[in-house]
């Protein structure tokens, strides 16, 4: 099958079973997205599938559209040309052990897309399904407001 | 070759403990000085001026020792090199390096000493020194302890040092001119005239020197530094915010492989029979290896993990018992007997007054505490790449203790320790977890069954939790007596197995006799003068393998000692600061309760209707921190409103990155309060994913105020001392809230949450 990750066309020649996350980590090389729990319960391999953040260790590639569109982190911003939400976690220097934030990030930056103003009790309820064992948690909260501030302002 | 042959009788002479050693102690094997590793792999013209500064035209290269499990290591130990180095911090490349002897870690057993932290007498300083001894000759890299810093503060700036004063001498000598003439910035060196050398083109003509000698005195004062004690960027950060960071389970080689296992989730426990049948077939399936090193089990070898797990899970294993009670109910029972029998009598390192008769001339209050079995759970599961070449091992990981590991990988392939080759990764968190090394043991096998081949194998989350060694459980006994509106007497019994001595038997195969500190650290050594004080120590027989687990003895010492003495507090009618600053016996301490109270407005617990606050605090790996907690009872449970957070660490190395550790314990140690147990059913925990050990989630996270103090002498390590008051800070303040104390953790197993 085939699938568009950060922008190229990539082949999968796997078990339609296979979760999105190993396809992507250990077919494809891209390890931005990690695993933590398998079962959806800590996030840290969210990406964005067609634009919606998923967790991809519950997505099989068997059930995903032909060509579907995947960003992981590397797609959402480099070194040198950071997202507004990676500028606004390396400004606060969010992260601690960092193993959670491809995740975090990801889910903060769809967030964004949704709702680019968002309140304490959005930002608490969306962000409580991504774990952080670090407790970067009062950051992350400052950094998701710094760069809904960014994209408002782009 | 000349240079090489030159720098090749360098020995490695800084650092307090060959210093000590030689002139304290006259141990020849301690005095003896250690080579300096980078003088190995060192090509022409390139300079390593010591263990910890390698230059060449290409660049300089920063060793950073300690292991970074989150917490900031490798930035804070390439500052204190940058700092006299004279270069951005930055410009460099910082690697953790081959690991050696030379890297023992001389501060990480002196809170082993039977001497509180806060008594700083020469006795008191001669005996933590004198623990860097066996620090030395056990080979003990190793990164915990909060011992970074103090460990690395004076050996890092004088590493820096002296390579900057050896390049200025190669500089004066090129130049002709006196070495005292020259200044440096920028990772260059200025002549009197402006002309420029770059450090890099330098090295070559710095190599061929014997390095300049430099003392502690030589080094510059806190009021020149222009990195310490600033806001800087971790060196990290930007690799951590664009999913560049490459932890071990991240590593990728050409034609590797990947493996799963499944072990006898009893740990210890044999593999008695198996049928991988089922498996043998599956897509992506290589090879299915029986594995005895670590925790005995079955693994698979394979194309991607995925296919490893799903191929792990369909074989059908017969596992033998281990050597511990099955169930956790058994587990309190040993403890339960053990706890004030003079059989299982292992220390009372406090006695002061005379408890005996303070407590038969009144009623005493007494109380019964409980923490459980916690496991690590870092979110990094652990995982390992092992490639078995004809005469070498390379073993890429992340892990605490990188020389345990190599001489542990060599006995299991029958190799000599030289041969194998530790390269350590960044971890996504450790909290202790990886100063065990059952995992490396059993890469090591399985990637002995495809020699050549690099293997990759990761544990499963339910693997990673149900072979953890967990904190270990325990149980408190207090007593106490209160008398005109004082407390009079505090008498504490604290139980649970030895934590110590095990893991360094199972590691290093030492024995360690005498008693267990872990057992009552935490609580023996608070900065407390009470007319009528004791804390003892008893020790469980051994149950299920314990390990350290952040903070150690003092992540249930802390929530005993201080929930107890705010009990008692209570009963004798006081206010809980006023009390605790009243009986606090050491400056530090007290300015720190002192200061928790300025920064939360303190006027008492009482804040109305369904409302309170509580203060904890405790001193640990030489930190007092006291901590405060508000707390609302809601509609929808018990909320967190605001904790407050004050620390004194000697000095503020790194103050982004150190209020981020303050408050991430503070968040650790509520996590575990509130939300998390491990369970003992059957012989395994009953736990063994995060849907079950929930920790702390946003919702649930508190506006935090961090403040820190720099009123004690000595530099300190931050990663674990926050978290030991946050559980008796909530505590106490539900009391406040609600009138219902909880003594057993985790709280919510007794009141619901919001």
New interface residues.
């Given amino acids: 099958m085939k699938l568009r990750v950060n922008g190229q066309d990539m082949q999968l020649d796997v078990d339609p079973e296979m979760p999105l996350l190993w396809a992507l980590r250990d077919e494809l090389g891209v390890t931005g997205p990690k695993y933590g729990c398998g079962i959806a319960q800590c996030g840290a391999c969210t990406v964005h599938v067609d634009g919606l953040a998923v967790r991809s260790c519950q997505m099989n590639v068997g059930s995903m559209e032909d060509g579907a569109d995947v960003t992981t982190i590397e797609g959402l911003g480099q070194p040198g040309a950071l997202h507004a939400v990676q500028e606004a976690w390396i400004e606060h220097q969010v992260a601690q052990c960092g193993y959670c934030q491809s995740g975090q990030i990801m889910q903060a930056a769809n967030l964004l897309d949704l709702n680019d103003d968002p309140d304490d009790a959005t930002i608490d309820a969306v962000m409580s399904a991504n774990l952080c064992r670090c407790g970067t948690y009062p950051r992350i909260r400052a950094a998701i407001k710094t760069a809904a501030q960014k994209l408002r302002e782009a | 070759m000349g240079a090489v042959k030159t720098i090749a009788r360098r020995s490695f002479l800084i650092g307090s403990a060959a210093i000590m050693g030689g002139v304290a102690f006259g141990t020849y094997m301690a005095a003896r000085p250690i080579a300096n590793p980078l003088e190995d792999g060192l090509a022409e013209g390139e300079a390593a001026f010591n263990p910890y500064v390698k230059i060449s035209s290409d660049g300089i290269t920063l060793i950073t020792p300690r292991a970074d499990?989150?917490?900031?290591s490798y930035s804070i130990q390439a500052h204190l090199i940058a700092e006299e180095l004279d270069i951005d911090p930055n410009s460099a490349t910082i690697t953790p390096g081959a690991p050696g002897p030379a890297y023992y870690n001389g501060a990480v057993l002196s809170e082993g000493v039977p001497i509180p932290a806060y008594v700083e007498t020469q006795v008191a300083e001669t005996a933590r020194a004198f623990m860097a001894v066996p620090a030395k000759l056990f080979e003990m890299q190793m990164t915990g302890g909060s011992s970074t810093v103090p460990d690395m503060f004076v050996k890092l700036r004088l590493a820096g040092a002296v390579a900057r004063e050896t390049l200025k001498e190669a500089a004066a000598r090129q130049l002709g001119v006196s070495r005292s003439e020259l200044t440096t910035r920028d990772g260059i060196v200025v002549a009197p005239d402006g002309q420029e050398l770059a450090y890099t083109a330098l090295a070559a003509e710095a190599a061929k020197l014997e390095p300049v000698v430099m003392q502690e005195a030589d080094l510059r004062p806190a009021s020149e530094w222009r990195i310490l004690g600033k806001p800087f960027?971790?060196t990290?950060?930007?690799?951590?915010?664009?999913?560049?960071?490459?932890?071990g389970?991240?590593l990728?080689l050409e034609g590797m492989r990947?493996a799963a296992i499944c072990a006898n989730p009893g740990i210890g426990g044999a593999l008695e029979s198996y049928d991988a049948s089922a498996a043998e077939g599956m897509?992506?399936v290589e090879k299915i290896v029986e594995v005895k090193a670590g925790n005995a089990g079955v693994a698979v070898i394979a194309?991607?993990?995925?296919?490893a797990?799903r191929a792990v899970e369909a074989i059908e294993c017969v596992w033998g018992t281990p050597d511990y009670p099955g169930n956790s109910s058994e587990h309190w029972e040993a403890l339960e007997a053990s706890i004030d029998s003079e059989a299982h009598f292992d220390h009372r390192q406090r006695n002061e007054g005379d408890v005996e008769v303070s407590l038969a001339s009144a009623t005493p209050f007494e109380a019964e505490y409980r923490a459980p079995y916690l496991a690590h759970?870092?979110?990094?599961?652990m995982n390992a790449v092992v490639q078995i070449g004809e005469d070498r091992i390379d073993i890429w990981t992340g892990t605490q203790i990188p020389l345990f590991i190599r001489n542990r990988a060599a006995a299991i392939a029958g190799m000599d320790n030289d041969a194998v080759h530790v390269h350590v990764l960044?971890?996504?968190?450790?909290?202790g977890h990886r100063l065990e090394m059952t995992h490396i043991e059993q890469a090591v096998e399985i990637a002995m069954a495809m020699p050549g081949t690099p293997v990759k194998l990761?544990w499963?989350?339910e693997e990673d939790m149900s072979h953890d060694y967990p904190r270990p459980a325990a149980l408190m006994r207090g007593r106490g007596v209160v008398a005109d509106g004082k407390v009079d007497t505090f008498d504490i019994s604290v139980c649970q197995q030895g934590l110590a001595g095990p893991w360094m038997g199972r590691l290093t195969g030492l024995t360690l006799g005498g008693p267990d500190a872990t057992i009552t650290t935490g609580s023996w050594d608070q900065p407390f003068g009470i007319p009528n004080y004791r804390v003892t120590g008893y020790r469980a027989p051994d149950l299920v393998p314990v390990s350290s687990w952040r903070s150690v003895g003092a992540s249930t010492n802390g929530f005993f000692h201080d929930t107890f003495l705010d009990e008692l507090i209570h009963e004798a009618g006081a206010d809980p600061l006023e009390e605790r600053i009243r009986l606090c016996i050491h400056d530090e301490s007290r300015k720190v309760l002192e200061a928790v109270g300025e920064l939360s407005g303190w006027d008492g617990a009482d804040m109305g209707e369904g409302r309170g606050r509580g203060v904890g605090f405790c001193m640990s790996f030489g930190v007092p921190c006291a901590e405060v907690i508000e707390v609302t009872q809601t509609e929808a449970g018990l909320r967190l409103d605001k904790a407050y957070v004050v620390a004194d660490v000697g000095q503020a190395l790194d103050p982004?990155?150190l209020e981020?550790?303050l408050?991430?314990?503070?968040?650790?140690g509520l996590?575990h309060a509130i939300n998390s147990e491990l369970t003992y059913e059957n012989y395994r925990p009953a736990q063994v994913?995060?849907?079950a050990y929930e920790?702390?989630?946003?919702?649930q996270?508190p506006?935090?105020e961090v403040k820190v103090l720099e009123n004690a002498g000595r530099v300190r390590g931050v990663g674990e001392p926050s978290l030991p008051p946050a559980a008796p800070a909530l505590g106490n303040a539900i009391f406040a809230a609600t009138g219902q104390r909880i003594r057993e953790m985790p709280f919510n197993k007794f009141i619901d949450f919001a």
């Fill in positions: 499990k989150g917490q900031g960027q971790r990290d950060i930007v690799a951590k915010s664009t999913g560049t960071e490459v932890y389970i991240d990728q990947y897509r992506g194309t991607n993990s995925w296919y797990f759970a870092p979110m990094e599961p960044p971890m996504g968190g450790s909290f990761t499963s989350r982004v990155n981020a550790q408050y991430g314990g503070l968040i650790f996590a994913n995060y849907h920790g702390l989630r946003l919702y996270t506006q935090i």
